[in-house]
Every structure is written in C-alpha cells, then in structure tokens.
C-alpha cells in the first residue's frame, strides 16, 4: 500500500516518530508541517506499506525564489527490502516534479543505496558529496538538569543573551560552513520560524546557534575572540530549553569523518547516539546533489 499522508493521517504516525530516536527527523518535520511553521519549507509524506515494514518518504519542498531545491528523507521501522524503497519512489516520482531537482538526500545506507541508484537511472544528477554521520539525541530526562543551567546562566556587563534577531542574518549566514550562494533567505527563515540562541555583546551577535529544517541543531558558533568563556555550551543549552518546551525533538548530527567531535559525543554523558532496534549505531548518509 502506498500513499500520501493528508494531516489526519500524519498526525497519527507522530506518536511512532517521537517513540524512536531515528524518527526524530520525522517527528520534527511532522509537527512543523502540520503547524505550518515554515512557509518557504512545507513537507509532503509518503507512506508504504509492504513485506511487514513501514516506508515513510519526507519530501520538503524548496519556494524561496531562484532556489527550488528540494530535501527528500527516507525512513524505514524495519528491515529493508531494496525493491520496496525503489518502488516508492517510482510512485513519488509521478507525484513530485520536483524531484528532478532534489539538493540533499538523508537517509540510512539499505534506505540510500537503492534510492541514490534511483535517483542516477531517472535523472540527470551528478552526486557532489557523500557524508556519513551519527545522529545524537538528548533523552527526556536530562532536560530539568539543562534547565538549571538555562537558569544560572550569568554574563558579564555589556553581554546579554537571548534569541538570534533577524538583523543578525547576515551573519549567520556569512560564518555558516555549509551555507549556498543563495541559502540567506533560508538561514533568515530559520531565524524568524524556529527557535534560536545568541548572545550579544555592545548589541552585536558574538556567539548564536539554530535550528534547521528538521529541528537538528545547527550551526553553533563563536567568533574567535570570544571564544574559551564557555559561551558555547551557554548557547547549546539554551537553544536545547527552547526546543524542548516547543515540543521539537532535539537532535545533532556529527560527520564520521570529524573524529574529535565524535569521540567526545560518543563519551558525552548527556547525549545519547541514536540505534537501531538491534542495537547497532545508525550511519545516515547526508547525499548532495548538483543538476
């Protein structure tokens, strides 16, 4: 059975996306669609039914003019079978348009082997990048302790800290690592639409993060001079007390290939990476494409 999820339907699947790190992704982008909390940004879900396992199919559109490139995620509650993946897709296929023109595929190994190999036959793609990451999550019971700190926070004079103001896109942008020529108008949606973190000093923005299309932590940063004063994890923790009491499953994304950063977030005391039901850590291949 295939088909695409109305609101009812979707909201009804948000209880098995929130009970499952790995659907953290979906649980983010379900809510959002279904508050309609990016407006540039909206989702459309796709589901299948077949050989006893569920399919879903996430395929964020892209209308910010002189961009149009849209995000397609695939998840999957239980072992694959490579035709049912292809056949989904054959299915969108006809549905989305826009699939000629996907930026980024996110999706487990078994999940984009078959997809990417689909996406090849049927278009004219040409991959630019392959990342494998772990996805991190914090559980639910590390929150109050967060809280705490969100609390105790205190800051010299001349510093404040509070939310990422829309003048301050700019720079967002600019010091983003994977920022696109023409992503300013996402990076200032993220900033007016999702929950953010900044602190300021003599009214200028020295230490920010966000949150991404998904609802993953995105793009912590502190200019060079300030940093070492322990305004990073300020930030973090302040971004992580704000999804939380939005409802957004926080979640991070770390590259196998930044092995400092994973090591300490494989040994992190709070953050948790996410498995599968057999227990194994979960690879998610970030795969860009160029047209």
């Not at 070492?228 to 302040?238: C, L, S």
Request: aromatic share 12%.
């Amino acid at each position: 059975m295939f088909c695409k999820l109305s609101p009812e339907k979707l909201n009804d699947f948000i209880p098995l996306f929130e009970s499952k790190p790995k659907f953290a992704l979906f649980a983010n982008a379900a809510e959002f669609e279904l508050e309609k909390r990016l407006p540039n940004h909206p989702c459309d879900f796709y589901y299948l039914e077949s050989n006893d396992a569920k399919y879903f199919y996430v395929f964020r559109h892209d209308l910010i003019p002189d961009s149009c490139r849209p995000i397609l995620m695939i998840g999957s509650d239980k072992t694959v079978n490579q035709n049912d993946v292809i056949y989904g897709l054959e299915q969108i296929k006809t549905m989305e348009p826009d699939l000629t023109n996907i930026e980024l595929l996110v999706a487990p190994p078994e999940l984009g082997i078959p997809a990417r190999k689909f996406l090849l036959d049927n278009f004219n793609y040409v991959e630019h990048d392959n990342v494998g990451c772990n996805h991190f999550y914090l559980p639910e019971s590390v929150y109050p302790g967060i809280q705490k700190k969100v609390d105790e926070i205190t800051l010299p004079d001349s510093y404040s800290i509070g939310s990422t103001r829309v003048s301050d896109t700019e720079t967002v942008f600019s010091t983003w690592k994977f920022a696109f020529p023409d992503g300013i108008l996402q990076v200032r949606e993220f900033i007016e639409c999702l929950p953010t973190a900044c602190i300021l000093h003599e009214d200028k923005a020295v230490a920010f993060e966000m949150v991404g299309l998904h609802g993953q932590l995105n793009h912590q940063f502190t200019f060079p001079e300030y940093r070492n004063r322990g305004f990073g994890t300020m930030i973090e923790n302040t971004i992580v007390s704000k999804c939380f009491k939005e409802g957004i499953q926080v979640l991070k994304a770390v590259e196998l290939a930044n092995t400092g950063i994973l090591e300490k977030s494989l040994n992190h005391n709070l953050w948790k990476v996410v498995k599968g039901d057999n227990g194994e850590i979960i690879v998610f291949d970030y795969t860009q494409y160029r047209c």
